[in-house]
């Protein structure tokens, strides 16, 4: 009797070390060190801050065994400009994702939005500029259906930038 209950002891705890191992976030250092590595690496080029680029993009990503990018899907962007920032920071988090159960790759989403840091008051110029990006900007959107697979959804990431008036 005493090997049944050590051994359905045992059972559980490897159940249960098992799901701890399932419950790691996949990016190394955890949730907040994934938001902070964004806010210190999406950088916001004065033309884009310029334009009061703001907006929302929908990535899916793929890292390999080793924790590197292999490829970059955008699947949804309020304009193409909102996309290259965060690019540029999923490029530089090479090396930081965390693959569990022996998988050769795995594909992560990841919905980013960045918004200019606006004065309460809002200038009649600011508006303006605001204004004119939104009526020129060009969404990038799915035409067909897209396959999720097993893909872990990640945190929004959400970026905010002073802007000058």
């Given at each position: 009797?005493?090997?049944?209950?050590?051994?359905?002891?045992?059972?559980?705890?490897?159940?249960?070390?098992?799901?701890?191992?399932?419950?790691?976030?996949?990016?190394?250092?955890?949730?907040?060190?994934?938001?902070?590595?964004f806010k210190n690496n999406v950088e916001i080029s004065p033309e884009l801050a310029a334009k009061k680029v703001n907006g929302t993009a929908v990535f899916k990503f793929t890292a390999d065994a080793q924790g590197a990018i292999e490829k970059i899907i955008v699947y949804y962007a309020d304009d193409y400009q909102v996309t290259l920032p965060f690019i540029d920071a999923l490029k530089k988090s090479d090396h930081h994702w965390i693959i569990f159960d022996g998988e050769k790759?795995?594909?992560?989403?990841?919905?980013?939005?960045?918004?200019?840091?606006?004065?309460?008051?809002?200038?009649?110029?600011?508006?303006?500029?605001?204004?004119?990006?939104?009526?020129?900007?060009?969404?990038?959107?799915?035409?067909?259906?897209?396959?999720?697979?097993?893909?872990?959804?990640?945190?929004?990431?959400?970026?905010s930038y002073p802007v000058s008036q």
């Open positions: 009797m005493k090997r049944y209950f050590l051994l359905v002891a045992v059972i559980l705890f490897t159940v249960t070390v098992h799901a701890q191992k399932k419950a790691v976030f996949p990016f190394q250092g955890g949730k907040d060190a994934m938001m902070q590595f790759t795995h594909d992560f989403i990841v919905a980013c939005s960045i918004n200019p840091v606006l004065p309460s008051t809002g200038t009649p110029a600011a508006q303006k500029q605001i204004y004119q990006y939104y009526s020129h900007r060009q969404p990038i959107v799915a035409s067909n259906e897209v396959l999720l697979d097993m893909a872990t959804l990640l945190p929004a990431v959400t970026i």
